[in-house]
């Protein structure tokens, strides 16, 4: 297929995206007259660039939320699932389990969720404390194909009682777009408070690094600067300014 370029990079893909979702959340200030107290959450590490757009735009923190596919050796590119950090796991359908045993399973499992784990001992003397309970959730990736990382992550969020969750990317794939509304506001408190917020799903649809010009792989040690210079204002602030009430302590 012919390669589309839509993105020059991820923070170029972040400020679009970032339009966006202010749009969305100045609709719902307008529509309900309510103050929305969003919080943004990054997969790591090729969301963290996406992210810092968004939120800077709506001046608030972010936080990260570890997930991994699992894979299987013999096709490191087909993902099976996903896990969290927090022990949460999401399996493809059965038809696309069926060659892989239930030793190679769990197996595949395990390894997963040790990379996770992995990468969440290493943010998390970068991750701010935040009680994200009430407030609007927006989990952010810098694009999405199966969709398995981002459905695994809205789990865990969904778990800390959050008011609405708010799935955003640069890119998906259009057919999936029904089922990711469907899922997004399962389990929530109010009706209607999932949101899936995409700037592009173009039709047919590759591998998302096709969609940018520049798709190189974020280290972690930039992914783990970037969001601790980003959060750096918010422990400078005190608790009577607008959006004081974001933290609870100071990431140690």
Not at 153 to 169: G, P, T, Y
Request: hydrophobic fraction near 45%.
């Amino acid at each position: 297929m012919t390669r589309t370029i839509l993105f020059g990079d991820r923070p170029s893909a972040g400020r679009e995206l970032a339009e966006l979702v202010s749009l969305s959340m100045e609709r719902i200030r307008q529509q309900e007259g309510i103050k929305t107290f969003p919080i943004v959450y990054a997969l790591p590490r090729g969301g963290i660039p996406v992210a810092i757009p968004i939120a800077r735009r709506l001046d608030c923190p972010l936080d990260v939320i570890p997930a991994k596919k699992i894979t299987v050796p013999t096709n490191r590119e087909l993902a099976i699932g996903a896990v969290t950090s927090e022990d949460h796991i999401l399996l493809a359908e059965q038809k696309q389990l069926q060659p892989i045993s239930l030793r190679e399973l769990g197996e595949a499992i395990e390894e997963a969720q040790l990379r996770a784990n992995r990468q969440q001992a290493q943010f998390a003397p970068y991750r701010p404390a935040l009680s994200p309970k009430g407030k609007i959730a927006i989990l952010v990736d810098d694009g999405i194909a199966t969709g398995m990382t981002i459905r695994v992550a809205a789990q865990a969020i969904k778990e800390k009682q959050v008011a609405r969750l708010w799935l955003c990317a640069p890119v998906a794939p259009p057919a999936l777009i029904p089922q990711l509304e469907l899922e997004c506001g399962l389990g929530l408190a109010e009706p209607f408070c999932g949101r899936v917020v995409v700037a592009a799903t173009p039709s047919p649809f590759a591998s998302v690094g096709l969609f940018y010009k520049r798709f190189e792989q974020v280290a972690t040690q930039e992914a783990l600067t970037n969001l601790q210079q980003y959060n750096q204002q918010f422990f400078s602030r005190v608790p009577t300014e607008p959006s004081g009430q974001y933290f609870l302590k100071k990431a140690v």
